[in-house]
């Protein structure tokens, strides 16, 4: 079932960016994926929860592919936060998301894009608790600010030379060119004391908290199910990291370098394999704890 599922999500991805969310209408999607009307409902309760759910899932996979890079590694390093950024637009065109966000904002469907921009504000939060890893706390007034104008000046170059240029933009190159220019801006910003947004927009620290309990809680259940589901040979690649997982998981004081260490070697284990979806999924949301967990 996963696995037809997973084949629908890319068929609809697919149409999706070719024809438009507007223009695929189920019916397309059904007739693609040979797929009965009752099975389609069964994964998804409409078109939209079905192009949010691909969505979520680069949302996923870049998280997943940020936090990795972190490993070992200092989270002042200017050079990491450089390719974590670099992430989501490689991602982006891996899944050929681009026409479909076009798509979406020209579709007048307010729940997409209430959804797509809930996502933006997630991720201008991410940067701007990055900024403060990279620039230091007395910092944290202006990282909001200078998170904006990130992006903004990324999406406006890559504009321009969209319309003016047929080469492609090297991405890395890209962000650092960007990050100089906040290097200057934000130094600026701090020896002035100047400030539009501030740093309280992008946070909310009960909600966080309630998040780290969830999973804290959910995450060993999971992870035990999954378990129960694997095939005898499967089983005996991965039992010993999930059950380490979920050891440190239920802990009272879980160590984050060993969860680090260990939820990569899971997700790498089911590489290639029909599960690798599923994996992911829960890789996801170990990378979110371990994050939650930094931030306490």
Not at 18 to 42: A, H, M, R, V, W
Not at 96 to 109: K, M, T
Not at 205 to 210: N, P, R, S, T
Not at 269 to 292: C, H, K, N
Request: charged residues 30%; hydrophobic residues 40%; aromatic residues 10%.
């Amino acid at each position: 079932m996963k696995d037809r599922k997973q084949q629908v999500l890319l068929t609809a991805q697919r149409l999706f960016a070719e024809n438009g969310f507007p223009g695929t209408s189920i019916q397309d999607i059904l007739d693609e994926s040979s797929i009965s009307k009752g099975t389609f409902y069964n994964y998804f309760s409409s078109k939209n929860a079905c192009l949010i759910e691909i969505l979520e899932r680069a949302v996923d996979e870049s998280t997943v592919r940020r936090l990795e890079l972190l490993i070992g590694q200092s989270t002042s390093d200017k050079s990491i936060l450089a390719k974590q950024i670099s992430v989501r637009m490689q991602v982006n065109r891996e899944y050929n998301l681009l026409p479909i966000f076009e798509a979406v904002f020209h579709s007048g469907d307010r729940d997409l894009r209430d959804f797509i921009v809930k996502q933006h504000l997630k991720e201008l939060a991410w940067l701007t608790e990055r900024f403060v890893d990279i620039y230091g706390k007395n910092a944290a007034p202006y990282a909001s600010d200078c998170a904006v104008l990130m992006f903004g000046m990324m999406q406006h170059i890559l504009h321009v030379r969209k319309t003016g240029s047929k080469k492609e933009v090297n991405t890395l190159e890209l962000v650092h060119f960007v990050l100089r220019r906040i290097d200057s801006i934000i130094a600026e910003m701090i020896e002035t004391k100047d400030f539009l947004i501030g740093d309280t927009v992008f946070f909310n620290q009960d909600k966080d908290v309630k998040e780290y309990e969830n999973l804290k809680k959910q995450l060993p259940i999971k992870l035990d199910n999954f378990l129960k589901e694997l095939d005898e040979n499967s089983k005996s690649k991965s039992e010993q990291y999930i059950l380490f997982l979920i050891d440190e998981l239920q802990s009272t004081d879980p160590r984050i370098f060993l969860l680090e260490t260990v939820v990569r070697s899971f997700r790498e284990t089911f590489s290639g394999t029909p599960y690798e979806r599923l994996v992911r999924e829960i890789a996801s949301d170990v990378w979110r704890f371990v994050g939650l967990l930094e931030s306490e």
